[in-house]
């Protein structure tokens, strides 16, 4: 997730400002009004870390089904705070409130699915081995794993990393995103009154500099990142000379969707204004980039414009209720209006303009951009509903058009023959691989996660319990039973 800005250098730039934090608090405030909703003080880095060092050994010694039974007794919490969970994701973020709905229950959902993926992922299992003994396969936690949450998803994502963790029987720091901490408060407060303490799960508030002090300090064995390409890659370097500590990194995508041979026109519309304008196009997995075969291109982007023209974008308790709200502030779209712009005078032809009614506040409308005769096209993710359209004449041209990135996280193919996705699914450079089906949406009973800028072969959804324990392997014998065979006097 990458909220950068095409300059004439084509530089993708870290997403969003930092105004909202001082030296001594962080203020949030509701992108669709400018309204304070929140305010809390920064934390203390050094005590927030020698409090989870002092809570760990006690928590990793509970038994495996206690601490299930605790995450459960979470979701439960989460169910009776729904109401208000959403309503202040809605508020924060600019989302929609029916999609902050959805993102409550993918909270309440992470729970048995990470329950599930750690029986599966990190079973026990014994072996016979030499001596009537047995070879043991266990897993371990790592031990404090901080956790930096994005704001997108400021509830769903985070706890998709805590919930794996805790099971597996680490302690958690988890540092909101600065632009959406009181989504993350709501968050903690639900496992505190499940019966996990605040060192177990510890919320932290903070900027920039609290998280890059969290990184680089000593007591925290663990990083599970969510966010732009730009700081996972600062993370990554301030880490490398640090093999023992876990480093998970989920990364934003400039996500390719091919339209190939299809005469369902009007569904393959509703998947391209779905996969690249749903949460307002700041998805990690949102289509940024739709390619299009030559001789359908004209129909296909009829039916892509008719939609688009239709899509209500308001406030998140407007009525009747918006497709997209606003991005998540004004630094965001005044990035985004910059790129479009860039886009029209390198080349780009409009289909459909950028358009932001009121310069004070950050609502964009949906955007589509013919970038066909560019003849560089900047290769960075635009964290906004912006979709770049590109038309080709053969269907290896297509993928390898799908390929012309960085990234890569997500790609889709809609149409073609079972043949034509094979190919596509062969040779898709993406974590994540669709035939007739969104960008978007990514199930978390499944690996989430990609290659390149996208992210670091770690994926999180189902297999988020491969990051959170390793495996220690035991050669084990109830009584010492040795000798040497060969070599003595």
């Not at 995508?253 to 569904?267: E, H, I, R, S, Y």
């Not at 690249?276 to 004209?298: E, H, N, P």
Request: proline share 6%; hydrophobic share 45%.
């Amino acid at each position: 997730m990458d909220g950068a800005t095409i300059t004439t250098a084509a530089v993708a730039s870290d997403r969003g400002p930092v105004s909202n934090v001082s030296k001594a608090e962080i203020v949030s405030c509701e992108p669709a009004t400018g309204t304070e909703i929140w305010r809390g003080k920064v934390c203390d880095v050094d005590d927030t870390v020698a409090r989870a060092r002092r809570a760990w050994p006690a928590w990793a010694a509970q038994p495996l089904s206690t601490r299930m039974e605790l995450v459960r007794r979470f979701a439960n919490e989460v169910r009776k705070e729904a109401e208000k969970l959403a309503t202040t994701i809605a508020r924060e973020t600019g989302k929609p409130l029916w999609e902050a709905h959805a993102e409550v229950e993918l909270v309440i959902n992470k729970v048995e699915i990470s329950i599930r993926a750690y029986a599966e992922r990190t079973s026990q299992r014994k072996l016979d081995s030499a001596l009537q003994g047995t070879m043991a396969v266990r897993h371990k936690p790592h031990g404090v794993l901080l956790v930096l949450g994005p704001y997108n998803y400021p509830a769903h994502l985070p706890n998709a990393h805590i919930v794996p963790a805790l099971i597996a029987g680490n302690v958690v720091i988890f540092k909101p995103s600065e632009k959406a901490p009181a989504s993350g408060e709501i968050l903690a407060r639900c496992f505190s009154r499940a019966g996990i303490s605040a060192a177990i799960m510890q919320f932290a508030v903070g900027g920039p500099a609290e998280g890059q002090a969290f990184v680089a300090h000593e007591g925290v064995d663990g990083v599970l990142f969510t966010g732009s390409a730009n700081t996972g890659i600062t993370i990554n370097r301030r880490l490398a000379t640090r093999p023992d500590k876990m480093v998970t990194l989920e990364m934003g995508g400039n996500n390719a969707m091919v339209v190939w041979d299809t005469p369902k026109l009007t569904d393959a519309a509703a998947l391209i204004v779905q996969s690249a304008f749903a949460t307002t196009g700041q998805r990690c997995t949102a289509t940024r980039r739709l390619i299009v075969k030559a001789s359908m291109y004209d129909a296909v982007i009829s039916e892509v414009k008719a939609l688009a023209d239709r899509v209500i974008f308001g406030a998140p308790f407007d009525e009747p209720a918006p497709f997209m709200g606003p991005v998540i502030d004004n630094m965001a779209a005044d990035g985004l209006t910059e790129s479009f712009l860039y886009l029209l005078s390198h080349g780009g032809k409009a289909i459909k303009h950028l358009v932001r009614p009121d310069d004070s506040l950050p609502f964009l409308s949906p955007a589509i951009i013919d970038t066909t005769a560019m003849k560089d096209r900047p290769d960075v993710e635009l964290f906004g509903p912006i979709l770049q359209v590109i038309r080709v004449d053969d269907f290896d041209e297509a993928i390898a058009e799908a390929n012309n990135t960085r990234f890569g996280l997500a790609a889709s193919l809609v149409g073609g023959t079972p043949q034509d996705y094979n190919k596509f699914w062969a040779n898709a450079r993406a974590g994540i691989v669709n035939w007739n089906r969104t960008t978007v949406n990514p199930s978390h009973a499944a690996p989430v996660g990609g290659i390149g800028l996208s992210g670091n072969h770690r994926p999180t959804g189902y297999y988020a319990a491969d990051y959170c324990a390793y495996p220690v392997a035991s050669g084990e014998m109830e009584q010492p039973r040795a000798v040497i065979g060969v070599g003595l006097k």
